[in-house]
């Protein structure tokens, strides 16, 4: 019994056991199958948190590249300009500039605010302080002194959220050429802002297109007389065919109309709002006031209104003279603010023999001055068939008293027409033609139409002096002729001018003459603008000539050579270079032997902007219109 309970209790303690041993080994496996789970679990997250890093270090890496900067540097400051194109915002956190002597500059937020222009789009700020915020699609401009050091190299170090490093970003420096113009604009580029993309010409050197190729052989005609215009004292002149350039208006309301003496005329009208309630237009482009004595000349016609008419001579303040007629049939000279504080004074007038309102009549005026002394106005007036029906002298003295600056015409309390205007150093009155055989030779002068203008006989020193007082002018300011008649009424000579003739051109006969013409046309294309330019020449002469080279009708060069090679290079006028990209090129040869003149080259060179010669470019500047806008082009552009 004893041994039964025995075993008994042995079996149920190995059944206890064994109960207590599945459990532990349950709860074993249970503790790692929890661990492997929690393990899984956290290995997991740490897998997704590296991934994501991984993800945003990536972001972080496009953001930064998407940060575009240059730089230049314009002796005394740097500018750096720094473009925001990622989708966040940026910071900057330092800058570093290396200078060329081995020094550096760092600037970030431990050396707090700093003297700078900083522009970040439309906002200007006076101070630096790092890091700076750069909002996305955002344009910035810094500006630093250097003081006066020349930086080498620049760099940024810039923070993209989420801050995984700070990046350094190189900046490129700005290569510029010289100034150019924009033609236009990338169509997100967003007018007022500091900088834009798009297309800007640079000027470049152009060499035109000629018809002709070259050598040419220039061969002398049989011998002739001729004529050569050996002195021009016209300064400016305009038959105001159309809007003269370089003339400026004070008050008035002026324009081109048809009605003119001969072809159209200028129109002014008195509005009240120049000088002394008057109204001026005059020439502006340049002043005069290093002439002390000058020729002035223009025709009038009144058409309507109370008042006078005639030229006006400015001080280029609130002083002027006038020299005018008026409608109630004289002429007159005053002055304005010279001879009386802020008043009118008529110096002195003269009756005008047969006025007639509707006609034209021609003012000529001599003066003479001495600054804040005195001035001397000698005025003449002629009717429309070369007679003089007015004349006086005048005179201005005190303190007050001006060189002229500025000369034109003017209008006061009427409307007027005017023509055949000029200013001279010699007396416009006149075409002078000397060196003629002797006496009687009959000289006459014709307008581009063939009118007759005026004729005079030669003295017997050979010198005939030809009034064109009805049309100083000559026709429409260009063409022109002088016919010249031996004393048996012969014709000896018929001379036309390469560009016009004008009153106070004085011409030489030369007999015997030989002489030759060549003309070639040179074509520039794709011209937006030019302003510079050459004509080039290239010849050999076997003779001594003279040599007469005309643009345009527009006589360039005049020059005298012996026998030999020569290499021209005559500089072009800029007026005429902003009108024109064809160029009419005459060249008139006069020897007093035969001669062969072989022309090797010939041609023109421009200096300007051309549409075929257009970069995208980096354009600096601010404005909201900038097609005229004068730039400068960049080679590294933002993109």
């Known amino acids: 019994m004893v041994v039964k309970l025995?075993?008994?209790?042995?079996?149920?303690?190995?059944?206890?056991?064994?109960i207590v041993g599945a459990v532990i080994l349950l709860a074993i496996t249970i503790l790692f199958a929890t661990f492997y789970i929690v393990a899984l679990d956290k290995l997991a997250t740490a897998s997704q948190q590296v991934m994501e890093r991984i993800s945003e270090a990536g972001a972080s890496t496009a953001t930064l590249s998407s940060v575009k900067a240059l730089w230049s540097f314009n002796r005394t400051h740097i500018t750096i300009y720094i473009e925001n194109q990622a989708p966040k915002t940026v910071l900057v956190a330092a800058i570093a500039i290396i200078y060329s002597d081995g020094s550096y500059t760092t600037i970030s937020r431990i050396n707090g605010s700093i003297a700078a222009q900083v522009i970040i789009g439309s906002t200007t700020l006076n101070t630096l302080s790092l890091p700076l915020g750069l909002a996305p699609a955002t344009k910035t401009v810094i500006t630093l002194a250097t003081g006066g050091k020349t930086p080498a190299t620049v760099s940024l170090a810039i923070e993209a959220s989420p801050i995984t490093a700070v990046q350094a970003v190189p900046v490129k420096r700005i290569e510029s050429t010289a100034t150019a113009r924009a033609v236009g604009l990338s169509p997100t580029a967003t007018l007022g802002a500091t900088t834009w993309l798009g297309k800007a010409a640079i000027p470049t050197k152009r060499s035109a297109?000629?018809?002709?190729?070259?050598?040419?052989?220039?061969?002398?005609?049989?011998?002739?007389?001729?004529?050569?215009?050996?002195?021009?004292?016209?300064?400016?002149?305009?038959?105001?065919?159309?809007?003269?350039?370089?003339?400026?208006?004070?008050?008035?309301?002026?324009?081109?109309?048809?009605?003119?003496?001969?072809?159209?005329a200028l129109q002014g009208t008195d509005n009240n709002k120049g000088i002394g309630k008057a109204?001026?237009?005059?020439?502006?482009?340049?002043?005069?006031?290093?002439?002390?004595?000058?020729?002035?000349?223009?025709?009038?016609?009144?058409?309507?209104?109370?008042?006078?008419?005639?030229?006006y001579l400015l001080s280029g303040g609130n002083n002027?003279?006038?020299?005018?007629?008026?409608?109630?049939?004289?002429?007159?000279?005053?002055?304005?603010?010279?001879?009386?504080?802020?008043?009118?004074?008529?110096?002195?007038?003269?009756?005008?023999?047969?006025?007639?309102?509707?006609?034209?009549?021609?003012?000529?005026?001599?003066?003479?001055?001495?600054?804040?002394?005195?001035?001397?106005?000698?005025?003449?007036?002629?009717?429309?068939?070369?007679?003089?029906?007015?004349?006086?002298?005048?005179?201005?003295?005190?303190?007050?008293?001006?060189?002229?600056?500025?000369?034109?015409?003017?209008?006061?309390?009427?409307?007027?027409?005017?023509?055949?205007?000029?200013?001279?150093?010699?007396?416009?009155?006149?075409?002078t033609v000397t060196s003629l055989p002797g006496a009687n030779y009959s000289v006459k002068v014709y307008d581009s139409y063939g009118q007759p203008v005026g004729s005079a006989a030669s003295d017997k020193s050979g010198t005939a002096q030809v009034s064109v007082?009805?049309?100083?002018?000559?026709?429409?300011?260009?063409?022109?002729?002088?016919?010249?008649?031996?004393?048996?009424?012969?014709?000896?000579?018929?001379?036309?001018?390469?560009?016009?003739?004008?009153?106070?051109?004085?011409?030489?006969?030369?007999?015997?003459?030989?002489?030759?013409?060549?003309?070639d046309v040179a074509q520039l294309s794709n011209v937006i603008e030019l302003f510079q330019g050459n004509l080039t020449l290239r010849f050999v002469t076997n003779a001594s000539i003279t040599l007469y080279i005309s643009v345009n009708g527009v006589q360039v060069y005049?020059?005298?050579?012996?026998?030999?090679?020569?290499?021209?290079?005559?500089?072009?006028?800029?007026?005429?270079?902003?009108?024109?990209?064809?160029?009419?090129?005459?060249?008139?040869?006069?020897?007093?032997?035969?001669?062969?003149?072989?022309?090797?080259?010939l041609g023109i060179t421009a200096f300007g902007y051309f549409?075929?010669?257009?970069?995208?470019?980096?354009?600096?500047?601010?404005?909201?219109?900038?097609?005229?806008?004068?730039?400068?082009?960049?080679?590294q552009s933002l993109t």
Do not use: C, H
């Open 558 to 601: 005049s020059g005298n050579f012996g026998v030999g090679s020569y290499n021209l290079m005559v500089p072009l006028p800029s007026t005429m270079l902003r009108s024109t990209s064809v160029f009419n090129i005459t060249l008139y040869i006069a020897s007093n032997s035969p001669f062969k003149v072989t022309v090797q080259n």
């Open 6 to 18: 025995l075993q008994r209790r042995a079996e149920l303690d190995r059944g206890i056991s064994a």
């Open 320 to 431: 002027l003279y006038a020299i005018e007629i008026t409608t109630t049939g004289s002429l007159q000279v005053r002055s304005f603010n010279v001879d009386k504080k802020n008043a009118w004074v008529i110096l002195n007038s003269a009756r005008i023999t047969n006025f007639n309102i509707n006609n034209w009549y021609v003012i000529v005026v001599y003066y003479t001055v001495t600054a804040g002394k005195s001035a001397t106005f000698n005025a003449y007036v002629y009717d429309n068939t070369g007679t003089l029906v007015a004349s006086l002298t005048a005179q201005s003295s005190g303190k007050n008293v001006f060189v002229p600056a500025y000369i034109g015409v003017g209008v006061d309390g009427v409307t007027a027409l005017f023509d055949d205007f000029i200013i001279s150093t010699a007396d416009p009155r006149y075409v």
């Open 611 to 635: 549409s075929d010669f257009v970069e995208k470019a980096l354009l600096v500047g601010t404005g909201t219109n900038i097609y005229f806008y004068n730039v400068t082009v960049y080679q």
């Open 279 to 311: 109204s001026q237009y005059y020439y502006s482009a340049t002043t005069f006031s290093s002439y002390t004595s000058l020729w002035v000349s223009t025709k009038v016609r009144l058409v309507s209104g109370t008042g006078s008419a005639g030229i």
């Open 209 to 264: 297109t000629l018809s002709k190729t070259y050598p040419q052989v220039i061969v002398s005609k049989d011998i002739e007389p001729s004529l050569v215009r050996t002195g021009r004292g016209a300064l400016v002149y305009t038959d105001f065919e159309t809007p003269p350039s370089g003339w400026t208006s004070k008050g008035g309301q002026w324009s081109i109309v048809s009605g003119g003496y001969k072809g159209n």
């Open 469 to 519: 007082v009805t049309d100083i002018v000559v026709g429409t300011g260009t063409d022109g002729s002088i016919k010249v008649y031996n004393p048996s009424n012969n014709l000896v000579l018929s001379y036309t001018a390469p560009d016009n003739i004008l009153g106070g051109d004085t011409y030489q006969y030369a007999t015997g003459m030989y002489t030759a013409t060549f003309s």
